[in-house]
């Protein structure tokens, strides 16, 4: 397993500068539209990267951060509140949330199944999901893929199409952006 623990300080020093402008980008694009104040939750949120990003389109959003590393969640942003959880089972109440964002983060939720229905409960409907991750079926992606498995990680990754089916499945209106081997998919939640 990767020591997620122990790694904050390198996600927290490295972390942003290995984003790509594009997820930043379209992240203001897909928060633009949101009500004023509306409430945002980054799962597997790690050190609040997205987080980061997020406050940095929109200084009115309400920022919550959740992931199972305390190691982690400690270099998190002042202005957002931290919780120590999974996406499995996610410590919030239901419909709380405007959009929820996963960034390099949700090929680590090992029963992906499970995640999607705790991430639809509490989003509210119309909703949006923004995920940022890495396609397996091209040579860089797949390399990190092998990387993870060969660390114990769950290894949850999906090609660009079989993720829009499955949150299709779940509910979700989706688009895809794939560029090389790097993805965004945003998605809203049907009414
Ligand atoms: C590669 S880091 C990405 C962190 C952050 N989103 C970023 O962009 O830097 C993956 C994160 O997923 C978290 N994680 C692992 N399993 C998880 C789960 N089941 N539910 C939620 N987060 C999980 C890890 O603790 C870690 O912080």
Known sequence: MIPFERLGWVFHSFGGMIYPARVKETL????????????????????GILCRFASACRDDLQLDAVDPAAGMLKYCPKQTATHL???EALPFESAAFDAVLIGEAMHHFKDIDLALREIRRVLKDGGTLFIYDFDPSTWMGGLIAKGEKLLGEPGNFFVPERLQSILEDHGFDVSVDVFGFRYIVTASLRK
């Open 28 to 47: 203001c694009q897909t928060l633009q539209p949101l009500a004023p104040d509306a409430r945002i939750l980054d799962v597997g949120a790690g050190t």
């Open 85 to 87: 959880g999974r996406a």
